[in-house]
């Protein structure tokens, strides 16, 4: 059975920080990417950012960059998300998952959501005072 299990999220004062970590298991072929998405209440799926084990590729969505960095293990099948300097607005439930693609361009176009394959249930990421 395929599973990705997200772990990290939790409450944060604004300012802080945050690791995500994401194992993936049970997947009987190679996935192209890992990475990460968000969802807030009321609002649509926000992509994040990619990482393509094969060479290290990384990409980010434009919003993020600077703040939020991916990396990987790709012998543990692990992806990490760092975030930093966290804002309210960054309060979201936050989603590891596999891409059919991962490129220097993927989340600057809105097409991101079609090449999502498997998720994980989310962890929640709360920033507040």
């Known amino acids: 059975q395929e599973q990705l299990v997200e772990s990290g999220g939790g409450l944060v004062e604004p300012g802080g920080s945050l690791r995500l970590s994401c194992t993936a298991s049970?997947?009987?072929?190679?996935?192209?990417?890992m990475g990460w998405f968000r969802q807030a209440p009321g609002k649509e799926r926000e992509g994040i950012s990619c990482?393509?084990?094969?060479?290290?590729?990384?990409n980010y969505a434009d919003a993020l960059k600077g703040r939020f960095f991916i990396s990987g293990d790709a012998a543990k099948k692990t992806v990490y998300l760092q975030m930093n300097n966290l804002r309210p607005e960054d309060t979201a439930v936050y989603y590891c998952?596999?891409?059919?693609?991962?490129?220097?361009?993927?989340?600057?176009?809105?097409?991101?959501?079609?090449?999502?394959?498997?998720r994980g249930q989310g962890t929640l990421v709360t920033v507040s005072s």
């Open positions: 049970g997947f009987t072929k190679d996935y192209y990417a």
């Open positions: 998952a596999t891409f059919s693609m991962c490129a220097t361009w993927f989340f600057q176009i809105p097409q991101w959501v079609g090449y999502l394959e498997a």
């Open positions: 990482f393509r084990p094969r060479d290290g590729v990384t």
